[in-house]
């Protein structure tokens, strides 16, 4: 009886795995032509072209004599970052881009690492492609492709990628690391029609890999990265061997994460809540709904407008530098609004920080950026790969001063395979470039795990 009772169990288990397995959706997709025009007849060129930033003094000129021309608005009294970017401090930082700031010597930095473009359905991807310069006998290097967001670019992972490419520890794993830039980002050609989203991003990432010679790959990303990477491993879960995240809002709450926040401070064991998560969730009132509002202006006119406050970005580098730089002031931590410099140098160097800003000035690409946010709203939150679990192996470190905190049992919610859930000691929004040590800890400690698993 007992036996019969035990295969029976066996093999109702062994159904209702199959039939799980069976409901696991993949997201689905059909390639694209973002060119201008139609497609070729011939095809498309797949070639890799070496590329190299460069600058003249043409570019400078005209950059000095806009910065000549701006015209200081003076800040409400006691007011520091609380109504954006303080014009006092703006005048330091504009003075120090003017006299200073040594773009030339950025551009040689920019150039340390090799850079290349290869035109995947019909636009140029620019993208890095850094291979560890010595690799020990018997080690095989790991291909990891890692993703910005808004308003960074591939810039973020300059102090990252030695990390993973030349690690200091023995033990640690070995990562060639490739860095796109997003298409309408930086270096790489933006959209010539509508529609360009991440899911578009993802597909041609994935063929960008491909392209390298990668059938299989680790992906990292924050920001817009979190969600290129995450519909890189809903598109094709057997490519993606593990997926990285620093960032991860609910896509599509459900029951758990209403019943979570109506419940959660009175009873956080229910829903694995640790202090910590209680202390950045609740009143969740203030902590989730007053802060989003606080920071998503820009959001609601990227999403709606964006070439309207885009023309005059592009037209005024002082413009740019401020709306750009508010961000790594305030999503580094909100209480550096209350700063009178913004804590601007607290996390970052200015060569840095404007260095950033240069890509997007040199580039002219902050009007195709904001679009960005206007193809990925245009079908409102119900989008297809809001509703597909991830099945691939996910590590999710947790920064402190993240935009929005993000507690265990919501990222279960939507990545199934957890692997490793990190609280970090510090860092904010834009943790690969404020603490790119502490990130290659967690890339570390999350993909050693998947890989020890593999080999089982």
Not at 149 to 161: K, Q, T
Not at 399 to 427: C, D, I
């Amino acid at each position: 009886m007992f036996t019969e009772v035990l295969v029976a169990v066996v093999i109702g288990g062994v159904i209702f795995f199959l039939f799980q397995r069976s409901k696991r959706q993949v997201l689905k997709t059909e390639d694209g032509w973002w060119g201008a025009g139609a497609p070729p007849e011939d095809g498309e060129d797949v070639t890799i072209r070496p590329f190299k930033i460069t600058t003249c003094d043409e570019e400078m000129e005209d950059l000095y004599r806009r910065i000549d021309q701006t015209r200081p608005v003076p800040s409400l009294e006691d007011s520091q970052f609380n109504y954006g970017f303080n014009s006092q401090y703006l005048q330091k930082v504009v003075s120090y881009w003017r006299n200073d700031f040594d773009w030339k010597r950025q551009v040689d930095k920019l150039n340390q690492y090799p850079h290349f473009k290869t035109s995947i359905e019909g636009i140029d991807i620019h993208y890095l492609h850094v291979k560890p310069k010595k690799v020990p006998e018997g080690v095989t290097p790991l291909p990891l492709i890692m993703v910005h967001g808004w308003p960074g670019s591939f810039y973020e992972f300059y102090g990252l990628i030695p990390l993973l490419t030349e690690p200091a520890d023995p033990n640690d794993l070995v990562f060639e690391v490739v860095c796109p830039s997003i298409p309408g980002y930086g270096f790489s050609e933006a959209s010539c029609k509508k529609g360009f989203d991440s899911v578009c991003a993802a597909r041609i990432f994935l063929k960008l890999m491909k392209r390298l010679g990668f059938q299989q790959f680790y992906a990292q990303g924050g920001d817009w990265g979190w969600l290129i990477t995450t519909n890189m491993a809903q598109l094709e879960p057997n490519t993606v061997k593990g997926l990285h995240v620093n960032f991860a809002p609910p896509s599509k709450p459900g029951l758990s994460v209403t019943l979570s926040l109506m419940l959660g401070r009175r009873f956080p064991k229910l829903f694995g809540f640790t202090d910590v998560d209680v202390q950045r969730l609740f009143p969740c009132m203030e902590k989730l709904l007053v802060e989003s509002i606080k920071e998503s202006g820009y959001m609601h006119i990227q999403a709606t407008k964006p070439d309207t406050v885009g023309r005059g970005l592009n037209d005024s580098p002082v413009g740019l530098a401020t709306y750009i730089l508010e961000k790594f002031s305030t999503w580094t931590s909100h209480d550096f609004r209350n700063l009178e410099d913004g804590g601007l140098t607290r996390k970052f160097s200015l060569d840095d920080l404007l260095t950033n800003v240069m890509i997007y000035w040199t580039s002219g690409c902050i009007i195709s950026s904001m679009r960005f946010y206007k193809e990925n709203f245009r079908q409102g939150l119900d989008q297809p790969h809001s509703k597909i679990p991830v099945y691939v192996p996910t590590g999710y470190a947790c920064f402190p001063n993240e935009l929005m905190h993000t507690p265990k049992l919501w990222v279960k919610q939507k990545y199934r395979k957890l692997v490793s859930y990190t609280y970090m000691a510090r860092g904010g929004h834009f943790a690969a470039m404020e603490e790119p040590q502490l990130m290659a800890e967690d890339i570390q400690k999350f993909i050693k795990m998947v890989e020890k698993k593999k080999k089982k």
